[in-house]
């Protein structure tokens, strides 16, 4: 929503750093409404890795990668049932992928024209995820000073520190379903097919390279911190 504020009022209202603090904010406060329920799994990376390295139970992580691309699905059905006049002040109702009143962008990410399209575009949602699972390793890390309160904040202002040092090649979806599920109501919402071909393709690289990113991060964080905390006490 924050995304459609800024291009469908020209950049009047919103900037870059809108969308960074918007997200952070919506990460945090997403957190406070699940953690109860569902541990705050928010993103498949994470559920991925958590599997992998932290004991949560496999034959969950369908049905929550399931619930997270539903979750993202319902966000862009409703900002764009929110925005819906909007949109046809901006497009006269001729929804375009890409050009100057292209707005498939505000719903999933499209790469740069100067990225190079896969290998760029891959290594750019590896490194981004990679760092998110890292540091939410280090987190919640009781023995690495990992807070006893304040987690949601801390994790969403991650958020907003990777989005500001990278996010401009391709938008930082570090997260599986914030990208498929809003592409995918984007193809049936008037932007069709075009959403899954635009950037050469680009649609599965923030399918795949988060998930193999989170399983990095997650990884070293074990390798580097973990394995080299000396013994506890009795």
């Not at 406060?29 to 559920?47: D, E, K, Q, R």
């Not at 539903?70 to 900002?79: L, N």
């Not at 500001?164 to 379903?177: E, K, L, Q, R």
Request: glycine fraction near 16%; hydrophobic fraction near 50%; charged fraction near 10%.
């Amino acid at each position: 929503a924050s995304v459609a504020q800024k291009v469908l009022s020209g950049g009047d209202l919103g900037s870059a750093l809108s969308i960074h603090l918007s997200w952070g904010l919506g990460v945090t406060f997403g957190i406070y409404a699940s953690a109860g329920v569902s541990g705050a799994h928010l993103n498949p990376a994470v559920t991925l890795a958590f599997a992998a390295f932290r004991g949560f139970p496999w034959r969950k992580v369908p049905a929550y990668v399931l619930a997270q691309t539903a979750g993202a699905f319902a966000g862009a059905a409703v900002t764009f049932l929110t925005y819906r006049e909007a949109f046809s002040a901006f497009d006269g109702g001729l929804r375009q992928v890409a050009g100057e009143k292209g707005t498939a962008g505000i719903f999933a990410t499209y790469p740069q024209p100067f990225l190079s399209g896969v290998p760029g575009g891959f290594v750019d949602q590896v490194v981004g995820t990679a760092l998110l699972l890292l540091v939410i390793f280090a987190l919640g890390d009781r023995r690495n000073a990992g807070p006893t309160s304040g987690g949601p904040v801390l994790v969403g202002a991650l958020v907003v520190l990777i989005g500001m040092t990278f996010g401009f090649n391709a938008g930082y979806a570090i997260n599986p379903a914030r990208d498929l599920g809003p592409r995918v109501f984007t193809a049936m919402a008037g932007w069709g097919s075009e959403v899954f071909r635009a950037g050469g393709g680009w649609w599965w690289v923030p399918l795949v390279a988060p998930c193999l990113g989170g399983l990095l991060g997650a990884f070293l964080y074990d390798r580097l911190i973990t394995r080299h905390h000396p013994p506890e006490r009795d």
